[in-house]
């Protein structure tokens, strides 16, 4: 990113983010975010808020891969016990995944497993694995 005046077109005065948009790669809504930062002609952005805000648009671009790769190992690791839904399987006493269920308790609950039924994944599966498994499972409904 570079940081230019809205003045002098140098390093002084005034200043606004100039980014790269060929060098970003991400969904549409990403670049056409950026782009709409770039025409705040009128309000300078300050270059911390701008950073943020391309963090976060990133944060958000990268969800559904991690998803993706969550549906992977949910299907292969989860499904026969919280099956395709994630509505559990009452028969094995099996409870469907809460919507209030905050990712932080699902990834523990990922690592330390329940006792006696559901093992824990702690060794089994790396934290960006267990990451993309809850990733997955707040898309069901």
């Known amino acids: 990113m570079q940081i230019i005046s809205r003045k002098t077109g140098q ?3 005034l200043v606004r983010p100039r980014l790269d948009v060929g060098r970003l ?12 930062l770039q025409k705040q002609q009128e309000n300078p952005v300050k270059p911390n808020r701008v950073k943020l805000a391309v963090f976060l648009l990133a944060v958000t671009a ?3 891969m991690l998803a993706q790769d969550g549906a992977a190992i949910y299907k292969s690791k989860c499904q026969m016990c919280h ?4 509505s559990g399987n009452k028969a094995m006493k099996v409870p469907a995944f809460s919507p209030r269920a905050s990712a932080a308790s699902l990834i ?3 690592r330390k ?3 006696p039924r559901m093992p824990a994944y702690a ?11 809850v990733a997955y499972i707040k898309t069901l409904k």
């Open 25 to 36: 790669q991400g969904s549409t809504k990403l670049t056409d975010a950026i782009h709409s």
């Open 123 to 133: 060794g089994k599966l790396t934290d960006a694995q267990m990451n993309a498994v």
């Open 113 to 115: 497993g329940i006792s």
């Open 11 to 13: 390093g002084e005065g």
């Open 83 to 86: 099956m395709a839904d994630g």
């Open 62 to 64: 990268a969800t559904p």
């Open 108 to 110: 523990a609950i990922t």
